[in-house]
T-cell receptor, first 113, second 114 residues
Framework: DVKVTQSSRYLVKRTGEKVFLECVQD?????MFWYRQDPGLGLRLIYF???????EKGDIPEGYSVSREKKERFSLILESASTNQTSMYLC????????????FGQGTRLTVV | DQQVKQNSPSLSVQEGRISILNCDYT??????FLWYKKYPAEGPTFLIS?????DKNEDGRFTVFLNKSAKHLSLHIVPSQPGDSAVYFC?????????????FGRGTQLTVWP
C-alpha cells in the first residue's frame, strides 16, 4: 500500500513564526503536492513538484515556499505564519502516468495564534 | 475560477436510500474523473474513478456516471449507510497529463441518518 506520511497531525504556532510541514512518501512517486482545505473552499493547490529540486506554483502560493531535496520528501514552509494560514494541510503524491489517483497523507491541522 | 463545481454543499439521506452527489466541470481537456471521501481530521481517500471513454463505472455500492456532452458526473451510493457520512470531493485531471495534478470541487457533506 502507498503510504504518505505527514510529520504532525496537529500544530499550534505563533504569528510570525517560520513553520515547516514535512511529507514523506514510500512509493517512489515522482509527483508531490501540497493542498490546503478550508470549509466551503475545498482543496486548493499551494505548490507541487514533479522532480527533485523542481517546483511549480499552484493556485495559492503566496506566503508559502517548498523544498524537495529528495524524491520521497516534500516540505512546505510558511515563511512568516499568519492567522489566515490556519487550515488543514494535505500532502499528496502520484506516479508519472496519466489517469491515476493521488494518494493523500493524514493531514496536518495547523492553528496560528 | 473553479473548473470543477459541486453546487450542493450538503446532502442528507436516510439509511438504505440512494445518495446522489453531483459534479460539473468546465474544462473540455479533462478526461479522467475521481471521487474522494474525507472524514474530519483525516486525509481524503480515493473512492472511484472514471475515464472519459466510459459513461459508467461501478464498484460495489458506488457507481459513477459521466455525461460528457453535459460536462456532468454523478456519484450514486446504494444503499446508503451511516458510515458513508463524510465530505465527498469530485476531482478531474487533464488529458494526457503526467504531472498528476487534480482539480477539486468544493465538496459535498453527505449525512446519512438512521
Amino acid at each position: 500500500d502507498v503510504k504518505v506520511t505527514q510529520s504532525s497531525r496537529y500544530l499550534v504556532k505563533r504569528t510570525g513564526e517560520k513553520v515547516f510541514l514535512e511529507c514523506v512518501q514510500d512509493m517512489d512517486h515522482e509527483n508531490m503536492f501540497w493542498y490546503r482545505q478550508d470549509p466551503g473552499l475545498g482543496l486548493r493547490l499551494i505548490y507541487f513538484s514533479y522532480d527533485v529540486k523542481m517546483k511549480e506554483k499552484g493556485d495559492i502560493p503566496e506566503g508559502y515556499s517548498v523544498s524537495r531535496e529528495k524524491k520521497e520528501r516534500f516540505s512546505l514552509i510558511l515563511e512568516s505564519a499568519s492567522t489566515n494560514q490556519t487550515s488543514m494541510y494535505l500532502c499528496a503524491s502520484t506516479p508519472v502516468s496519466p489517469n491515476t489517483e493521488a494518494f493523500f497523507g493524514q493531514g496536518t491541522r495547523l492553528t496560528v495564534v | 475560477d473553479q473548473q470543477v463545481k459541486q453546487n450542493s454543499p450538503s446532502l442528507s439521506v436516510q439509511e438504505g436510500r440512494i445518495s446522489i452527489l453531483n459534479c460539473d466541470y468546465t474544462n473540455s481537456m479533462f478526461d479522467y474523473f475521481l471521487w474522494y471521501k474525507k472524514y474530519p481530521a483525516e486525509g481524503p481517500t480515493f473512492l472511484i474513478s472514471i475515464s472519459s471513454i466510459k459513461d459508467k463505472n461501478e464498484d460495489g455500492r458506488f457507481t459513477v456516471f459521466l455525461n460528457k456532452s453535459a460536462k456532468h458526473l454523478s456519484l450514486h451510493i446504494v444503499p446508503s449507510q451511516p458510515g458513508d457520512s463524510a465530505v465527498y470531493f469530485c476531482a478531474a485531471s487533464a488529458r494526457g497529463s503526467t504531472l498528476g495534478r487534480l482539480y477539486f470541487g468544493r465538496g459535498t457533506q453527505l449525512t446519512v441518518w438512521p
